[in-house]
Nanobody, 129 residues
């Protein structure tokens, strides 16, 4: 079983930046791919950014060119650098994991995280106008 912990949410003004980090801890040898999702009140959850088993990055169209996802220097860490934030980026951001080889991550990403193996509790990002 994998446990996920998110860091880095907060409040910023439009145009500002935030960095989110997700740390995955597990007692097994299972490797996981990590992904970021977000959900605004009353909206469906959507994939924001992820790195798949082939180290290919996935992004929502709305964040391309503004957000950058990367593995951290600490193993089992996924960072999300968010720049030029917009009020539409406001929401709760969740880290999620799926066991390697993550063959269906692209599909799961497009479906808002359906079938992911584990979820963090989420961290709130608020972007003021």
């Amino acid at each position: 079983r994998v446990h996920l912990l998110e860091f880095g949410g907060g409040s910023v003004q439009s145009g500002g930046s935030l960095k989110l980090s997700c740390v995955a801890s597990t007692n097994s040898d299972t490797r996981y791919c990590l992904a970021w999702f977000r959900q605004e009140a009353g909206q469906a959850r959507e994939g924001v950014a992820a790195i798949d088993g082939d180290l290919k990055t996935l992004y929502a169209e709305s964040v391309k060119g503004r957000f950058a996802v990367s593995h951290g220097s600490v193993p089992n860490t996924l960072n999300l650098q968010m720049n030029d934030l917009d009020p539409d980026d406001t929401g709760t951001y969740y880290c999620a994991a799926v066991a390697a080889p993550c063959l269906e991550l692209g599909f799961q990403f497009r479906l808002g995280g359906y079938g992911m193996d584990a979820w963090g509790e989420g961290t709130l990002v608020t972007v003021g106008a």
